[in-house]
Structure formats: C-alpha cells, structure tokens
T-cell receptor
Framework: DAKTTQPPSMDCAEGRAANLPCNHS???????VYWYRQIHSQGPQYIIH???NNETNEMASLIITEDRKSSTLILPHATLRDTAVYYC????????????FGGGTRLMVKP | EAGVAQSPRYKIIEKRQSVAFWCNPI?????LYWYQQILGQGPKLLIQ????????DSQLPKDRFSAERLKGVDSTLKIQPAKLEDSAVYLC????????????FGPGTRLTVT
C-alpha cells in the first residue's frame, strides 16, 4: 500500500471547519483513501473513504485532488468531541482488508 | 447493534508471565483482526481471520504470540512469555467480510508488562 504523510498535529477553534491534509503522492489507480480517527482511550473509528470523487457523509467530507496525490478531510463544524488522532490510509481493494496505520494527525479542538 | 467487545480492559503482569485477551466481534462479521498499538504509534496488524481460518499472520511474533478463533466467532490472543516491549494496547476489530468493508474496533486491552 502507498505511504501517506500527515502533519503530526493541528489546532482548530470550536465551531470552525477543520481541514486535515494528507499526502499520498505514490498512490496507484486501484487504491482508495480511507480516514479513521481515534479518540483518547478508544479504538479507531471509520469516518469516510473514496477513490476519485469527493465524498460526503454525516461525519465529514473528503476532497481528493484530480491527480489523486493528496486529499483533505473536512469536519465542517468541529466540536470538542472531535479532538482525536486522525489517520489517513491508502489501501488497494485487492489487498485483503489490511489497514496500515501511520502516525496520524493529532487534532486539538479548542473552545 | 452491539459493538466489538474485549476483555479485560486492563492487565498488568510481570515479564515472563503469560496473558490472554478475549474478543467478541459484531454478530455476523466473518473477518476478525488483532492489532497492537504501542504508545504514540498507530495500530499495527498482528493477525487476520476469515471465519476460523488465518488469512494473514505475517506480523505476529509466533515464538511468543498465538491466536485462535475456533468456532469462527470469538477469538483469543495469547502472549507467552511476555516481554517488556509487549506493553501496548491490543485492539480487536471485525468487518462483514474481507474487501472494501469498514472495520469496527473494540475499546482495546491495555497491557503493562513490568
């Protein structure tokens, strides 16, 4: 699976949009971009995934650049409960179901 | 629906002792995973089961770690003997099948080896 690069930490004001970047410049055509998050003392939680098109669900939006070399996870109105480590993972659909986690981005939402 | 259950939540043992962790996946989920998460790092896959068969155990330290899923439902992960570097959170996850299905994680078991 392609490697990803994320900033180690970010801050965001409560109520504002949190934009979390991820670089995956070596991504190949059959690899999806997945986002999980891990709130302190809990297991990781699935957020969203996509291949080429932008995706939106009740939790977040995923914007993938046209060349697919980077993506941004957007939490439109961050709350204190969104404070967590956010993992961007690139995974091929034919690679079983293995998730390879990197270091992630520690997002701190501040009042 | 009920989530992935794990027990115990916390365990403290001395090095060279043995320990076992239990996981009950979401009902109907055929695929089960065990991950190890060392403090400050992302989770690392140890083993993946499809029903009661092992799909991938390439990162499992087989000299001391073992795992089983005898009836294709619950699973246990055992460490014998434990080393100091095994101190970590052990996470169990399940998914409906292999392939593009999201994984649901349990709360984990925090192991401290002294």
């Amino acid at each position: 699976d392609a490697k990803t690069t994320q900033p180690p930490s970010m801050d965001c004001a409560e109520g504002r949009a949190a934009n979390l970047p991820c670089n995956h410049s070596t991504i190949s055509g059959n690899e999806y971009v997945y986002w999980y998050r891990q709130i302190h003392s809990q297991g990781p939680q699935y957020i969203i995934h996509g291949l080429k098109n932008n995706e939106t669900n009740e939790m977040a939006s995923l914007i993938i650049t046209e060349d697919r070399k980077s993506s941004t996870l957007i939490l439109p109105h961050a709350t204190l409960r969104d404070t967590a480590v956010y993992y961007c993972i690139v995974r091929a659909q034919n690679a079983g179901n293995m998730l390879t986690f990197g270091g992630g981005t520690r997002l701190m939402v501040k009042p | 629906e009920a989530g992935v259950a794990q027990s115990p939540r916390y365990k403290i043992i001395e090095k060279r002792q043995s320990v076992a962790f239990w996981c009950n996946p979401i009902s109907g989920h055929a695929t089960l995973y065990w991950y190890q998460q060392i403090l400050g790092q992302g989770p690392k896959l140890l083993i993946q089961f499809q029903n009661n068969g092992v799909v991938d155990d390439s990162q499992l330290p087989k000299d001391r770690f073992s795992a089983e899923r005898l009836k294709g439902v619950d699973s246990t992960l055992k460490i014998q003997p434990a080393k100091l570097e095994d101190s970590a959170v052990y996470l169990c996850a399940s998914s409906l099948q292999q392939g593009p299905y999201e994984q649901y994680f349990g709360p984990g078991t925090r192991l401290t080896v002294t």
